[in-house]
């Protein structure tokens, strides 16, 4: 994709989390990485997704020189950079509220294997990054401990983080992470949860 089709994408994807209640307000960002411009696209600062349109979005480089956009970044736009850093594989960082699976970031409680989606789309259980705090380095610092082998954690007393190698892939990640903590939070309610087991989990990865 070059630019202009990496923003209309991530602004389809900002969008399409608010219409879905993965955000609510002017909550959660999302960006992509740009390789051609050796930068990455965001969304703005306390803008509505109701209203956000292309020439709202940020581009910056990863020591956060803005060299495209009229609004503020993300707050959160440190912690995107720390990723893409890190992590050249992947180009899409996806941060929400989505309430259920953000109810147990609150509780800091990992979400265990227990739907079979989880293993393909997730890879595997959720994990629980430790604390940090809002707007530095350490929130994605934190969640690049957890996400070796994940494409989506929980960060504590915060919300949820997604990655992917697209945007496509890091917003499905984001609403099976939902749909998983929606469906947890009912079986726990209902009765004893059964977890798939390590062996049914490895045959999942293996098919």
Same mark, same amino acid.
């Given at each position: 994709?070059?630019?202009?089709?990496?923003?209309?994408?991530?602004?389809?994807?900002?969008?399409?989390?608010?219409?879905?209640?993965?955000?609510?307000?002017?909550?959660?960002?999302?960006?992509?990485?740009?390789?051609?411009? *050796?930068?990455?696209?965001? =969304?703005? /600062?306390?803008?509505?997704?109701?209203?956000? =349109?292309?020439? !709202?979005?940020?581009?910056?480089?990863? *020591?956060? =020189?803005?060299?495209?956009?009229?609004?503020?970044? /993300? /707050?959160?736009?440190?912690?995107?950079?720390?990723?893409?850093?890190?992590?050249? *594989?992947?180009?899409?960082?996806?941060?929400?509220?989505?309430?259920?699976?953000?109810?147990?970031?609150?509780?800091?409680?990992?979400?265990?294997?227990?739907?079979?989606?989880?293993?393909?789309?997730?890879?595997?259980?959720?994990?629980?990054?430790?604390?940090?705090?809002?707007?530095? *380095?350490?929130?994605?610092?934190?969640?690049?401990?957890?996400?070796?082998?994940?494409?989506?954690?929980?960060?504590?007393?915060?919300?949820?983080?997604?990655?992917?190698?697209?945007?496509?892939?890091?917003?499905?990640?984001?609403?099976?992470?939902?749909?998983?903590?929606?469906?947890?939070?009912?079986?726990?309610?209902?009765? !004893?949860?059964?977890?798939?087991?390590?062996?049914?989990?490895?045959?999942?990865?293996?098919?």
């Amino acid at each position: 994709m070059n630019s202009k089709e990496l923003k209309e994408a991530l602004l389809e994807t900002a969008k399409e989390s608010y219409k879905l209640g993965l955000v609510a307000g002017t909550s959660g960002n999302v960006s992509v990485y740009d390789d051609e411009r *050796d930068a990455m696209i965001i =969304t703005p /600062s306390s803008i509505p997704y109701e209203t956000m =349109t292309l020439e !709202d979005l940020v581009v910056l480089k990863l *020591d956060g =020189t803005i060299v495209e956009g009229h609004n503020q970044p /993300s /707050s959160e736009w440190r912690m995107h950079a720390q990723i893409f850093k890190e992590r050249q *594989d992947i180009k899409c960082v996806l941060h929400t509220h989505s309430p259920y699976a953000t109810g147990f970031a609150v509780c800091r409680e990992s979400i265990p294997v227990i739907l079979i989606e989880m293993v393909p789309f997730i890879g595997g259980d959720v994990p629980v990054a430790k604390f940090g705090m809002p707007g530095t *380095d350490s929130v994605g610092i934190e969640a690049l401990k957890v996400l070796k082998d994940r494409k989506a954690c929980l960060l504590s007393n915060h919300g949820t983080l997604a990655i992917g190698e697209t945007i496509d892939k890091a917003f499905i990640s984001s609403i099976y992470l939902e749909d998983a903590a929606k469906i947890y939070h009912i079986a726990k309610n209902a009765g !004893d949860v059964k977890v798939l087991s390590e062996k049914e989990i490895d045959a999942m990865r293996n098919s």
